[in-house]
């Protein structure tokens, strides 16, 4: 009989949905989320229950009204997003203290902006103890686990490679690889081209508007680039304005959000390099898996705050993390790359290297090492 597992989030994510859907396949799975208005693409699956969410302070803290579906399921394992946001989670805890049910924690580790300063921070000594408190303790990275191994009993710490679906995007890559490429980029007017991609919500603390000045820039230096952008939010508007102003009005694309895996693959795929100059996360992932490099900025006290993936950025490899906030110092690593076409070769054949690293595979192997140990620790 399969561990009853439930895995509490605050929203169902799309991206989120084939590592569940894994699990769904081992264990007897339900995934209690809750759902607000959000430029997310969020999901419900046959597996997962909406719970009602209560929100305070504009947002910032959330209170998840899991216990009567707890209640009906009976969970032997409980996986929560580990967040001190989530106000119903010292709850959730009890519950499960009450019940003989094992409780871990799926966690950054730190927060982006702070860091982890639990002699400064309340936040930071708030996940401490909520660490303390769980039977298990789940990072995104062996990074964020290996930090922790001096503060934490080393027994209950594991870490699942966090990632996408590999398998769906490494299998679109491959479909393209075997295609006409020069008939692909024709298609999509990316010939001849020095082709930068920039995939994400266009928020602030993202720096899109970096890219569109580097673009200006490299157009000033002789370089045919173009800057290809996937997304929408808040900056759309402002960053279409800019380009025009700078009359790159054919230079700078806007694809708006593309949630078709096979057309924004196609995008990636015939781009030469990934630029996303502030914070970043999981587009590591998706570029890796379309054999495109990554620049970004260095982290620094001023930002940007990257999110627990830039572990998977090899500096000098698989890409190129510049000096924080530098637009030349960007500029000029990316002209290098645009001019040298056998060291965007090599940054490219490293990058086909570290993927294999990074595999859906590999996170699940790390979900089932922290559910088997529990299990075993309920026993």
């Known amino acids: 009989m399969p561990e009853k597992l439930v895995v509490i989030q605050e929203l169902f994510s799309s991206y989120r949905g084939p590592i569940f859907d894994r699990l769904g396949l081992k264990y007897n799975l339900i995934v209690l989320h809750g759902k607000k208005k959000s430029d997310l693409n969020q999901i419900e699956k046959d597996y997962s229950v909406h719970v009602h969410p209560y929100y305070f302070l504009n947002g910032r803290f959330v209170f998840l009204n899991v216990f009567s579906a707890l209640r009906k399921f009976r969970p032997q394992v409980i996986i929560h997003q580990g967040s001190p946001g989530i106000l119903s989670l010292p709850l959730t805890w009890l519950w499960c203290k009450l019940n003989n049910t094992r409780f871990a924690l799926w966690t950054h580790g730190f927060e982006r902006h702070q860091g982890f300063r639990p002699d400064r921070s309340f936040r930071s000594l708030l996940r401490l103890a909520y660490f303390k408190m769980a039977d298990g303790v789940l990072f995104y990275t062996k990074e964020r686990k290996d930090f922790f191994k001096d503060k934490l009993p080393a027994h209950k710490l594991f870490y699942a490679t966090n990632t996408l679906d590999t398998t769906s995007l490494m ?51 002789g370089v045919n680039a173009r800057a290809h952008i996937i997304g929408g939010g808040e900056e759309q508007v402002s960053l279409k304005k800019m380009a025009d102003d700078l009359g790159l009005s054919e230079e700078v694309i806007f ?33 890796y898996c379309f054999d495109l490099p990554v620049v970004t900025y260095q982290q620094s006290a001023n930002g940007p705050f990257h999110s627990p993936e830039i572990d998977f950025l090899e500096n ?17 690593a990316l002209l290098d790359l645009a001019q040298d076409p056998d060291l965007l070769r090599s940054y490219k054949e490293n990058v086909r290297r570290k993927v294999e690293d990074l595999r859906i595979e590999k996170m699940e192997e790390g979900f089932s090492e922290c559910i088997e140990y529990l299990a075993t620790k309920r026993k």
Do not use: C
């Not at 693959?265 to 630029?275: A, E, Y």
């Open 316 to 332: 000098g490899k698989t890409g190129i993390m510049t000096e924080s906030n530098n637009i030349d110092a960007m500029t000029n």
């Open 255 to 287: 694809y708006g959000p593309v949630f078709d895996d096979a057309e924004s693959g196609k995008i990636l795929f015939s781009s030469d390099v990934m630029v996303m100059p502030g914070y970043i996360g999981l587009a590591i992932n998706h570029a």
């Open 171 to 221: 299998k679109l890559r491959d479909q393209f690889v075997m295609s006409d490429v020069e008939s692909l980029k024709k298609d999509l007017k990316m010939n001849g081209h020095f082709n930068m991609v920039f995939i994400g919500r266009l928020l602030k603390d993202k720096l899109a508007d970096h890219l569109i000045l580097i673009t200006w820039r490299l157009k000033n230096k």
